[in-house]
T-cell receptor, first 115, second 114 residues
Framework: DAGVIQSPRHEVTEMGQEVTLRCKPISGHNSLFWYRQTMMRGLELLIY????????DSGMPEDRFSAKMPNASFSTLKIQPSEPRDSAVYFC?????????????FGEGSWLTVV | AQSVTQLGSHVSVSEGALVLLRCNYSSSVPPYLFWYVQYPNQGLQLLLKYTTGATLVKGINGFEAEFKKSETSFHLTKPSAHMSDAAEYFC????????????WGAGTKLIIKP
């Protein structure tokens, strides 16, 4: 079975540009997560969707960040305008259920560099 | 509040030697505990997890971890390290009823010396 699919894998963009990261969760999974990983801050949850509805977006850094999940098989994370401090690896992940013991399946990440 | 502490941001062992990665947690309720592994340039994947029952949990690639409630620990071990084990390892603890509420450790990078 295909895992979580993210695109692009790598993106280099100039400060001020809009960045859109895309994610296809594992089919049948009802929970979707966007994480950000940096050396300084480690792994941070940005936003969590359940059944396509945003449940917790308290980790979204600021209004420049937005996320959508228009259907069960697609989600986007958008940064507009981008800044150098947004440079990080962004992971999309999904899980079959929401319970605390459920495994989270990660994509391979989108490596973003803002110059 | 729940928290996770991984001792040592980097651990270096020789190939064939014992691997021991330490994780201590604090939790006000019986926890679910996880170890995830991140190989270079890849996403995280589950190595093993403790939910209920047997406190010694076996995972993939020969790793195991033991839940010790009295020590609030969930250390990860492997008897004999392989070069392919070089990766970053993350401990995580549940902090609520949902898996989006996981508390993640800072990670330990495992270096294998030939």
């Amino acid at each position: 079975d295909a895992g979580v699919i993210q695109s692009p894998r790598h993106e280099v963009t100039e400060m001020g540009q809009e960045v859109t990261l895309r994610c296809k969760p594992i089919s049948g999974h009802n929970s979707l997560f966007w994480y950000r990983q940096t050396m300084m801050r480690g792994l941070e949850l940005l936003i969590y969707f359940n059944n396509n509805v945003p449940i917790d977006d308290s980790g979204m850094p600021e209004d420049r960040f937005s996320a959508k999940m228009p259907n069960a098989s697609f989600s986007t994370l958008k940064i507009q305008p981008s800044e150098p401090r947004d440079s990080a690896v962004y992971f999309c992940a999904s899980s079959l259920e929401t319970g605390a013991s459920n495994t989270i399946y990660f994509g391979e990440g989108s490596w973003l560099t803002v110059v | 509040a729940q928290s996770v502490t991984q001792l040592g941001s980097h651990v270096s062992v020789s190939e064939g030697a014992l691997v021991l990665l330490r994780c201590n947690y604090s939790s006000s309720v019986p926890p679910y505990l996880f170890w995830y592994v991140q190989y270079p340039n890849q996403g995280l994947q589950l190595l093993l997890k403790y939910t209920t029952g047997a406190t010694l949990v076996k995972g993939i690639n020969g790793f195991e971890a033991e839940f010790k409630k009295s020590e609030t620990s969930f250390h990860l071990t492997k008897p004999s390290a392989h070069m392919s084990d070089a990766a970053e390892y993350f401990c995580a603890v549940s902090a609520g009823d949902s898996n989006y509420q996981l508390i993640w450790g800072a990670g330990t990078k495992l270096i294998i010396k030939p």
